[in-house]
């Protein structure tokens, strides 16, 4: 057959729609959210390219209406866990021997299907089963995972061009095996686009995959593995469980053949799987790639010299788009004292114009907390805040869960800057602000960067250089990325690479060729074309 250096399509960001009133896309998500909302699905296991009907099912609610059930996913026992490996492994037979650019097409189709006949769908689905508005729906789960399918493919194509020096004796070449066995992916309820990354990253470097996503993120999950199919990838690369994930991660970290773990979610969570994993490691036939994103504590700083609504901006975009459950969510900030008063006027401003309910209303900001649990968790430390001497709500502070897990977007003010929610992962729409002296900033940087034990995203914002400078060395450990005079969230594909160190994740960066390459195994081959037929060198010489 034909051979050649093939040039994928130049990746792009795919364009974020508007959604404005009267828009063709705005009528054409409507439609398929009341569609989707008023019908129920029943969603299977997916194991060897086959739907599996388990009959041990749970129902799926939306967040901002818990009553109303949308269907039911059926839930894995343990032989199903053991199918689902044994296929992966079947199939690597002939997926890791697939030409790359067969592999890559598969996964292009993927990004176009959703830009395309998927986007509504995709769509609704993300505001439906995650509780988020248009806009947010919009950037996640069409155009962050369409860039991330694009991208991904480009930076596969920059990986394999990586090719060592060769002399005119010897050509040295090398190849990216994927790597031995089959990977494990663990997805979170929050982003589609990182359901819909995890698994197919590796999938694209030739791996086969064992998917667990999150139980509140299943219905949208299950129009990813809708596209995946028509997209072509084949039977048992992408297997998808359901149910109990403490027997799902037990069977599957006891196999002697598992090659890579690609998580998000909680920091505990990573840390208990990444001991599960060195205690059976004597098992292993490779020492398994252990890649994850788990928590952030992600702070705004303001300087004396910032403008002070774009500060307030910074703080009620970054705390409070889609209720703060992103682990970018900005959930504590550092405001100077002589900027304090103008930026409260603007934040409170803000949050009195917010509008909460259901996303299919499109003129509310904040919906719904993804659950129940998340509910209680919250409403917990907001109670505490408001008996506390050092706390002060000033905005927010209020909640019901009556028809959907709705919590006002809540603004405490401490004078402690130790105080629990400065420093306590909260994942909802909360933020913390401790109020500081104007001429304690070299002191505050210092409070920012040994207050949390993460090390997710952070915002410095300043009009002066100096103090811009002074906060970029200061916090240079304490976020993986770092915004000037922004929001900390909102990273897209192929611009900003995202992760972060200490204990929020290895830093892999997903969205970037770094990540793609924990997916590979390089083989060196070297190619000798006169071979010696002598073991004498010339030092030996009389």
């Not at 086959?50 to 269907?71: A, E, F, L, W, Y």
């Not at 019901?400 to 006002?408: A, L, Q, R, V, W």
């Not at 003010?413 to 420093?423: D, E, G, I």
């Amino acid at each position: 057959m034909g051979k050649g250096f093939f040039n994928v399509p130049i990746a792009i960001n795919e364009p974020v729609k508007s959604y404005a009133p009267g828009s063709t896309e705005r009528d054409a998500v409507l439609t398929a959210y009341r569609d989707m909302f008023n019908s129920k699905v029943d969603v299977p296991l997916y194991i060897n390219g086959k739907d599996v009907i388990t009959g041990n099912t749970r129902t799926m609610s939306p967040p901002h209406d818990h009553q109303h059930i949308v269907g039911t996913y059926h839930v894995a026992e343990k032989k199903h866990v053991e199918d689902a490996i044994a296929t992966a492994l079947e199939a690597r037979k002939t997926w890791s021997l697939m030409p790359w650019e067969q592999r890559a097409g598969i996964f292009l189709k993927a990004a176009e299907l959703i830009a395309g006949p998927y986007r509504a769908k995709i769509n609704a689905a993300t505001m439906i089963a995650q509780s988020k508005t248009i806009h947010q729906a919009e950037i996640d789960s069409a155009c962050e995972l369409i860039d991330f399918l694009r991208f991904n493919v480009q930076y596969m194509t920059d990986i394999y061009s990586e090719q060592p020096e060769s002399t005119s004796d010897a050509w040295n070449r090398v190849e990216y095996r994927p790597l031995e066995g089959f990977t494990y992916a663990v997805t979170p309820f929050n982003f589609t686009a990182i359901a819909g990354n995890l698994p197919s990253c590796m999938a694209l470097m030739g791996n086969v995959v064992v998917w667990k996503p999150s139980d509140s993120q299943i219905y949208s999950a299950k129009v990813i593995m809708d596209v995946f199919k028509e997209a072509g990838v084949p039977a048992g690369v992408i297997n998808v469980v359901f149910g109990d994930p403490v027997m799902i991660t037990d069977t599957i970290l006891s196999s002697p053949d598992f090659s890579g773990l690609h998580f998000t979610g909680s920091t505990f969570v990573f840390k208990e799987l990444w001991k599960q994993i060195g205690n059976n490691i004597h098992h292993y036939k490779t020492y398994p790639r252990i890649v994850g994103e788990t928590g952030g504590k992600d702070f705004i700083i303001a300087h004396k010299t910032a403008n002070a609504k774009q500060v307030a901006t910074a703080i009620v975009r970054g705390a409070f788009e889609f209720q703060g459950q992103k682990c970018s969510a900005a959930s504590r900030a550092y405001i100077p004292q002589s900027l304090w008063k103008e930026v409260k006027n603007h934040v409170m401003e803000d949050i009195n114009s917010f509008k909460i309910g259901s996303p299919e209303d499109m003129n509310n900001f904040i919906t719904a907390v993804i659950h129940e649990g998340s509910f209680d968790k919250l409403t917990k430390y907001i109670d505490q805040a408001k008996s506390d001497s050092e706390a002060n709500i000033i905005a927010g502070g209020g909640y019901d869960k009556s028809k959907g897990y709705f919590i006002e977007p809540t603004v405490i003010v401490t004078t402690n800057p130790k105080y629990t929610t400065m420093c306590t992962e909260l994942f909802g729409p909360v933020i913390t602000i401790y109020v500081y002296d104007d001429d304690a900033y070299k002191e505050t940087l210092k409070l920012v960067d040994e207050t949390s034990e993460y090390a997710l995203t952070g915002a410095v914002l300043a009009t002066d250089r100096y103090a811009i400078s002074e906060a970029t060395r200061a916090l240079q450990n304490s976020a993986g990325n770092f915004y000037i005079n922004d929001k900390p969230t909102g990273a897209v594909v192929g611009q900003q690479p995202f992760g972060g160190a200490r204990a929020s994740g290895t830093n892999d960066k997903a969205g970037s060729a770094q990540n793609l390459l924990r997916w590979v195994s390089p083989r060196l081959i070297k190619e000798t074309f006169v071979t010696p037929t002598d073991y004498r060198y010339p030092f030996l010489g009389a």
